[in-house]
């Protein structure tokens, strides 16, 4: 089946040690996205490739970024993870359209000791 | 800017119809999604209004009201299985690949 894959499924990192998340897609959509979630709130856009074209959005910590090596992945990674960065990070992925949904990947659950 | 306003919390009985509402205010609009999550799972498509009025898949229907800037997801026959978060999204302005999502609804269903 076609799907979005986030490895792993739950993360555990150390105050300030660097930590990359994974994404990969079989779907061949144009767009990724990574999303921040905490806990009862809403998902946060940090960024997302249309294609290799990457879009950052203006509030997104410098500490966050991310890399597109294909179309089928793409990688957050946080530099310097701090007690505030502890969330559920999803990606998802679309054609691109107006009115195409997200498939969103399972997430990974990122704690900071 | 871009803001879209959802009750935080909803209760409903099992067999029961209810109604999540959606306010939004935008730049530019686009049209209205609507996503269900299960605690501890990703979001999942439900169903995006681009025209005002209703669209139905099954037990879930959407609708869009452009001139009030309201939308809403009706929920029928509710089962317990239906318990989860449902956030209404819409498109940036300016950048239609990606969507800005609502606050959020967290829907109880109760037997």
């Known amino acids: 089946d076609a799907m979005v894959i986030q490895n792993p499924r739950y993360q555990v990192t150390q105050f300030g040690k660097p930590v990359t998340l994974s994404c990969s897609q079989t779907?061949?959509?144009?767009?990724m996205y990574w999303y921040q979630q905490k806990s009862s709130q809403a998902p946060k856009l940090l960024f997302h490739?249309?294609?290799?074209?990457?879009?950052n959005e203006a509030d997104t910590p410098d500490n966050f970024q991310s890399r597109r090596p294909n179309t089928s992945f793409c990688f957050l990674d946080i530099r310097s993870p701090g007690l505030g960065d502890a969330a559920m990070y999803l990606c998802?992925?679309?054609?691109?359209?107006?009115?195409?949904?997200?498939?969103f990947g399972s997430g990974t659950r990122l704690t900071v000791v | 800017g871009q803001s879209l306003e959802q009750p935080s919390e909803v209760t409903a009985v099992e067999g029961a119809i209810v109604q999540i509402n959606c306010t939004y205010q935008?730049?530019?609009?686009?049209?209205l999604s609507w996503y269900q999550q299960h605690d501890g799972g990703a979001p999942t498509f439900l169903s995006y209004?681009?025209?005002?009025g209703l669209e139905e898949t099954g037990r879930f229907s959407s609708f869009l009201s452009r001139s009030d800037s309201y939308g809403y997801l009706l929920l029928q026959e509710l089962q317990m299985k239906d318990s989860a978060s449902y956030f209404c999204?819409?498109?940036?302005?300016?950048?239609?690949?990606?969507?800005?999502f609502g606050t959020g609804t967290k829907l109880q269903v109760i037997p």
């Open positions: 935008t730049s530019g609009f686009y049209g």
């Open positions: 998802a992925t679309s054609r691109g359209g107006t009115g195409d949904g997200y498939t």
């Open positions: 490739y249309y294609d290799k074209d990457f879009n």
């Open positions: 209004n681009a025209l005002d």
């Open positions: 999204a819409a498109p940036v302005s300016g950048g239609y690949q990606k969507v800005t």
């Open positions: 779907l061949n959509h144009n767009v």
